[in-house]
C-alpha cells in the first residue's frame, strides 16, 4: 500500500515514513499533479482538502482518497491506521523519514563519525537512507516513536 500526502497532512506523512510504509510527500504540488501522481503510481491520495474528494476520479473510485478529517498527527495517524488496517503491515524505521527511500542496515564500522559519540559507544545496529545518508539507531528517541505507533495502531 503506497501513499502520497497532500501539503496540509504533511507531519502524518512522515509518522507513516517512519512506520514504514511508502508516503511520497507532494510538497506544494497542485491538485491537478497530485491526483496525476497519485492515479499514475497508484497511491493513495491521503488530504483535507474537500475539493479533491468531489472530483469525477475520486466520486468514480478509480481515485483512492482517505480524507482526513481529524485533527492533530496522533489523531490522524489513528484514522489512517484504522480505516486501512495498517497494524499488521507496521514496519517501524525501514524507511527514511525524510526522503521516503528505503533503509540499509549498516555495520557500527561505517557510521563512525555519523553519529554521536555517545550514540556509536552504546549502539551496535544502525540503518542508514541511501540518498540523504541520514542514520537512524534504537535510541530513546526511536522508542518513544514506536510506542506513539503503537499507540496509533491499538483499535480504538
Ligand atoms: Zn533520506
Redesign the pocket.
Known amino acids: 500500500m503506497r501513499f502520497v500526502v497532500d501539503s496540509n497532512v504533511e507531519k502524518l506523512g512522515r509518522w507513516l515514513r517512519i512506520a514504514g510504509f511508502d508516503a511520497a510527500y507532494a510538497g506544494n504540488m497542485d491538485d491537478n499533479r497530485l491526483v496525476r501522481l497519485a492515479l499514475d503510481q497508484g497511491r493513495i491520495l491521503l488530504t483535507r482538502d474537500r475539493g479533491i474528494l468531489k472530483r469525477r476520479v475520486a466520486v468514480g473510485g478509480r481515485l483512492r482518497v482517505v480524507f482526513i478529517d481529524r485533527d492533530g498527527t496522533g489523531a490522524q495517524l489513528r484514522q489512517v491506521f484504522s480505516a486501512l488496517q495498517l497494524s499488521a503491515a507496521m514496519r517501524p524505521f525501514s524507511r527514511?523519514a525524510?526522503?521516503n527511500?528505503s533503509l540499509l542496515p549498516k555495520l557500527k564500522d561505517e557510521v563512525g563519525g555519523l553519529v554521536p559519540p555517545y550514540v556509536y559507544r552504546t549502539h551496535e545496529q544502525y540503518m542508514q537512507?541511501p540518498?540523504?545518508g541520514?542514520v537512524y539507531w534504537r535510541g530513546t528517541h526511536w522508542e518513544r516513536m514506536v510506542k506513539e505507533l503503537e499507540a496509533a495502531a491499538e483499535p480504538a
Do not use: S
Request: some cysteine; hydrophobic content about 0%.
Open positions: 527514511c525524510e526522503c527511500t537512507c540518498d540523504c541520514r
